[in-house]
């Protein structure tokens, strides 16, 4: 159980295209989710929390304009980078939190995006 | 804020023990353990909730001391598939939910 996808695993755009990404929850419903980004060799810095129906919250220094969430349902977060440039290529992640079990995050595979 | 991870890296043969600390300046609500190896997500290991107990999985445990709002995970008789990156995230009594990670401790177990 408690098993989360992302799509797609690898991304390669041109600078200034928008990427869509999306994580599912597929075994539980998720209320939450969160967005990740790490660096090579760095930590996961929490970039938003996504809530279902509502709108997202961004960390603090996260562009909203430039990483938009939607949380349309208790399975589905998408993180859509917009105007992506070579600055943004980073491994992209998302974790989820079961509803009944809210303590504990689950985290997705991971999508890696290079902006050429 | 990031929670503060020690030591930054560690190499032990098979069989050997080893600890890995983390520790935060604020109050905490939980620790979390992930260990990630190369290329790919964070696997969850376990978390340990403020008033909770300590816990373990296999030969790796964790504990936390709320005084010190410290966690430390203990790897006992290490494994060569224990090798990676370990984070604590951590959750804070006024954030509920949301995981501050460290840094990271970088695992290398040798045959």
């Known amino acids: 159980g408690a098993v989360v996808s992302q799509h797609p695993s690898w991304v390669i755009c041109k600078s200034g295209t928008s990427v869509k990404i999306e994580c599912r929850s597929l075994?539980?419903?998720?209320?939450?989710m969160f967005w990740y980004r790490q660096f090579p060799k760095q930590s996961l810095m929490l970039m938003a929390t996504s809530n279902e129906g509502s709108k997202a919250t961004y960390e603090q220094g996260v562009e909203k304009d430039k990483f938009l969430i939607n949380h349309a349902s208790l399975t589905l977060s998408t993180l859509t980078v917009t105007s992506a440039h070579p600055e943004d290529s980073s491994f992209y992640i998302c974790?989820?939190?079961?509803?009944?079990?809210?303590?504990?995050?689950?985290f997705g595979p991971g999508t890696r995006l290079l902006v050429l | 804020q990031q929670p503060v991870q020690s030591p930054q890296a560690v190499i032990l043969r098979e069989g050997e023990d080893a600890v890995i600390n983390c520790s935060s300046s604020k109050a905490l609500y939980s620790v979390h353990w992930y260990r990630q190896k190369h290329g790919e997500a964070p696997v969850f290991l376990m978390i340990?909730?403020?008033?909770?107990e300590q816990k373990g999985h296999e030969k790796i445990s964790a504990s936390f001391n709320e005084k010190k709002q410290q966690s430390s995970l203990y790897l006992t008789a290490s494994q060569l598939s224990y090798s990676g990156t370990y984070f604590c995230?951590?959750?804070?009594?006024?954030?509920?939910?949301?995981?501050?990670f460290g840094a990271g401790t970088q695992v290398v177990v040798t045959p």
């Open positions: 075994d539980f419903q998720a209320t939450t």
């Open positions: 974790s989820a939190r079961d509803q009944y079990i809210q303590e504990t995050q689950y």
């Open positions: 340990l909730l403020k008033g909770g």
């Open positions: 995230g951590t959750a804070t009594t006024d954030s509920w939910g949301k995981l501050q």
